[in-house]
């Protein structure tokens, strides 16, 4: 079974900041990719950060400079850092892991429970 459990969200006012942590559990398969999502009330989901296993990054426009995504291969552990935080960054945060079997064969993808983030202005 696969478990994603994030944690490090809460209330923090404009300018301060945060960092997320989710911890991947499971067996038989390897994650090719990390990546930190979220979602505002009314809006769809989108990303806002991802990682390859080699350490690429991919960030949104509207974090660029101020979050940044990080992982620990050995804990299967990725992290997100959120400095110079602002009200519209208020939603959930998920986190997502792509994984591969075999020789790189994609396999499922798996989420998070979500972690709320709250910026007051």
């Known amino acids: 079974q696969v478990q994603l459990v994030e944690s490090g969200g809460g209330l923090v006012q404009a300018g301060g900041s945060l960092r997320l942590a989710c911890a991947v559990s499971?067996?038989?398969?390897?994650?090719?990719?990390l990546g930190w999502y979220r979602q505002a009330p009314g809006k769809q989901r989108e990303l806002v950060a991802a990682?390859?296993?080699?350490?690429?990054?991919n960030y949104s426009d509207s974090v660029t400079g101020r979050f940044t995504i990080s992982r620990d291969n050995a804990k299967n552990t990725v992290y997100l850092q959120m400095n110079s935080l602002k009200p519209e960054d208020t939603a959930v945060y998920y986190c997502?892991?792509?994984?591969?079997?075999?020789?790189?064969?994609?396999?499922?993808?798996?989420w998070g429970q979500g972690t709320q983030v709250t910026v007051s202005s």
């Open positions: 499971g067996s038989g398969f390897s994650i090719k990719v």
């Open positions: 990682i390859t296993s080699g350490g690429n990054t």
């Open positions: 997502k892991a792509d994984t591969v079997v075999g020789d790189g064969v994609p396999w499922y993808d798996y």
